[in-house]
């Protein structure tokens, strides 16, 4: 039999159980005053997150200025401008269009591709471990000729319109407010701690400065970590490829780079453009390509990795795993590229305050010994 305790307990919880249910399913029935909120945020969501990548990699830049340099803050973030704005002019005049040729010259060679393909698949079909299995038949099936592939390109791409005109749309304001946003981080993004600390009392306010300084820092050694790790991966996959005489070399350097963002798959995708290019004409060629990107990688995991992120971070790999796929179910590509930085903050926040717990646990006499 239950005592007195155990049933008020049972009680109470059961309450508490009813009144969750009762206000989710209240809040599922007024949904629709949450929607402008979430568009709201939704709309903002991009720029910040740019402005905020931007902020992490142009703000020490900042402070050199101001603190070696002597120069005032508003002087030093207007060079910083410049110096963003030359950039991208340099990328758009000499990156994009290379690029774009690149593109277009594997978009034009795509019929010798499938022509190598399919040599391959009609010689792959009269070995003797295929004879029993029709694959040429199956292939027919599977109707991939290049009037159904442009046709099916062409009709996807007619009834996307609507989301290409939303997309440019989107575009533009992330543009036109992006900068903005990074100028006024750039500008007051040294004042949020001090005005935080003040709203709360003297020892309240040093531990959550303590904690937002650990949360910026886990923030800006991550996102300057892989920014150099894309670089050094893009590179010398580049420099790679270009002395194998890989096709398409710079393009097949920019996408493993920008693929390398992905932790553990990304050297794999990366890989992939490369390999597929080669391995139906020059098998040999595709196998080297797979050894320069293992030494690439190897570089990167022993040299790079420990001594900009790894040190910072301390995740275990099989987390990381864990947290690409979870990250990855929820939000796709973009919970696959946030996941690992989300975690990294949310075991910040809880490291710091299993410590405060602790802390207080002890009492002074123990904290001040």
């Not at 994009?96 to 594997?106: D, F, T, V």
């Not at 900009?308 to 796929?325: A, D, E």
């Amino acid at each position: 039999m239950f005592t007195k305790k155990n049933k008020r307990s049972l009680m109470y919880w059961s309450l508490e159980m009813l009144v969750l249910a009762t206000l989710i399913f209240v809040l599922s029935k007024i949904n629709f005053l949450f929607q402008p909120i979430g568009t709201f945020f939704s709309t903002l969501f991009i720029p910040v997150l740019i402005a905020g990548f931007l902020f992490y990699v142009l703000n020490p830049i900042v402070l050199f200025m101001t603190k070696r340099l002597h120069i005032k803050r508003i002087l030093a973030i207007a060079i910083v401008f410049l110096l963003l704005i030359a950039a991208l002019v340099l990328i758009i005049m000499t990156v994009i269009p290379s690029l774009i040729n690149q593109i277009a010259q594997l978009a034009s060679n795509i019929p010798n591709f499938m022509s190598d393909v399919e040599d391959w698949a009609t010689k792959l079909a009269k070995s003797e471990m295929f004879k029993k299995f029709d694959l040429m038949g199956e292939l027919e099936k599977l109707n991939i000729s290049y009037g159904t592939i442009i046709q099916r390109f062409l009709s996807g791409l007619s009834s996307s319109l609507g989301s290409i005109f939303s997309t440019v749309a989107s575009a533009t304001i992330i543009i036109l407010t992006a900068p903005f946003i990074l100028f006024y981080m750039l500008k007051d993004g040294d004042k949020i701690v001090p005005n935080v600390e003040k709203v709360f009392s003297k020892k309240r306010g040093a531990q959550i400065a303590e904690l937002m300084g650990q949360m910026n820092q886990t923030l800006a050694n991550y996102i300057s970590g892989q920014v150099i790790e894309c670089l050094f991966v893009g590179t010398f996959t580049f420099l790679g490829y270009l002395i194998l005489g890989v096709d398409y070399a710079f393009l097949f350097g920019v996408i493993a780079g920008l693929t390398n963002l992905i932790p553990y798959l990304g050297p794999y995708l990366g890989l992939m453009p490369a390999v597929f290019v080669t391995i139906f004409n020059e098998p040999f060629k595709a196998l080297l390509c797979c050894v320069v990107v293992l030494i690439v990688q190897q570089l990167d995991g022993n040299i790079i990795y420990p001594n900009v992120i790894g040190k910072t971070l301390k995740i275990h790999p099989l987390t990381i795993i864990i947290v690409l796929l979870v990250a990855g179910n929820l939000a796709g590509l973009l919970g696959i590229f946030l996941g690992v930085p989300f975690y990294a903050i949310c075991r910040t926040v809880i490291i710091f305050v299993i410590k405060i717990i602790k802390e207080t646990k002890k009492g002074p006499l123990e904290i001040d010994t």
